[in-house]
């Protein structure tokens, strides 16, 4: 059964980048797929700030990593760029970490003007941790997300977008088979992905 490793950038439970984050990992769980789940606050800010490699907080992201098939990472965009935070946690991996996954970028902002953040300047750092695959990923604006309670509703084009590219993902997975769908329900989600095996 395939494992992905979710990682939020956000330094809030209750954002939107953490809410579509959260959307997301129950999509994969409910076509069979195993999540871990890592978030700022499972990092002491003295283990990331001095880059202590050994600490067991970092040492359980780099292994759960090391024993994943893919990555979901997402952040906020602030002044027109990813969380800072995110890019502390990203600088305590291994140099190829990404080398045998796939990875799906998730990014939430408040304005439209800053969706190219995420091809600009996330895609570049998870290039160079050697990811076998950076999958177009998926910007929403404050509007198009907007909390019920503790659900975040997302916008009927946001939801389309995220199923697409969570198809795209799942068929990136080394092990792709191994997902345990009916066979109707996985041809309908590849086509909607617009993949073709």
Same mark, same amino acid.
């Given at each position: 059964?395939?494992?992905?490793?979710? *990682?939020?950038?956000?330094?809030?439970?209750?954002?939107?980048?953490? $809410?579509?984050?959260? @959307?997301?990992? =129950?999509?994969?769980?409910? =076509? $069979?797929?195993?999540?871990?789940?890592?978030?700022?606050?499972?990092?002491?800010?003295?283990?990331?700030?001095? !880059?202590?490699? #050994?600490?067991?907080?970092?040492?359980?992201?780099?292994?759960?990593?090391?024993?994943? #098939? $893919?990555?979901?990472?997402?952040?906020?965009?602030?002044?027109?760029?990813?969380?800072?935070?995110?890019?502390?946690?990203?600088?305590?991996?291994?140099?190829?970490?990404? /080398? +045998? +996954?796939?990875?799906?970028?998730?990014?939430?902002?408040?304005?439209?003007?800053?969706?190219?953040?995420?091809?600009?300047?996330?895609?570049?750092?998870?290039? !160079?941790?050697? /990811? @076998?695959?950076? *999958?177009?990923?998926?910007?929403?604006?404050?509007?198009?997300?907007?909390?019920?309670? #503790?659900?975040?509703?997302?916008?009927?084009?946001? #939801?389309?977008?995220? +199923?697409?590219? *969570? /198809?795209?993902?799942?068929? +990136?997975?080394?092990?792709?088979?191994?997902?345990? *769908?009916?066979?109707?329900?996985?041809?309908?989600?590849? @086509?909607?992905?617009?993949?073709?095996?």
């Amino acid at each position: 059964m395939p494992v992905v490793v979710t *990682l939020s950038g956000s330094p809030s439970a209750r954002s939107r980048s953490q $809410g579509l984050l959260n @959307r997301a990992a =129950q999509v994969l769980v409910q =076509q $069979g797929i195993t999540i871990q789940s890592f978030s700022l606050s499972d990092f002491p800010p003295d283990a990331l700030l001095y !880059a202590q490699f #050994d600490h067991p907080s970092i040492a359980r992201l780099q292994d759960a990593i090391a024993g994943a #098939d $893919g990555v979901l990472v997402s952040t906020p965009v602030y002044k027109a760029a990813y969380s800072g935070a995110l890019k502390v946690v990203l600088d305590v991996l291994p140099e190829r970490a990404l /080398a +045998h +996954h796939v990875v799906l970028p998730l990014a939430t902002g408040g304005s439209p003007a800053h969706m190219l953040a995420v091809d600009y300047a996330l895609q570049p750092v998870l290039t !160079a941790l050697k /990811a @076998r695959h950076v *999958l177009g990923g998926i910007y929403a604006t404050d509007k198009e997300l907007t909390w019920e309670g #503790d659900i975040l509703q997302l916008s009927p084009e946001i #939801d389309d977008r995220l +199923h697409v590219a *969570l /198809a795209r993902f799942i068929a +990136h997975l080394p092990n792709p088979g191994h997902v345990q *769908l009916d066979p109707d329900t996985l041809h309908a989600q590849l @086509r909607l992905g617009r993949v073709s095996l």
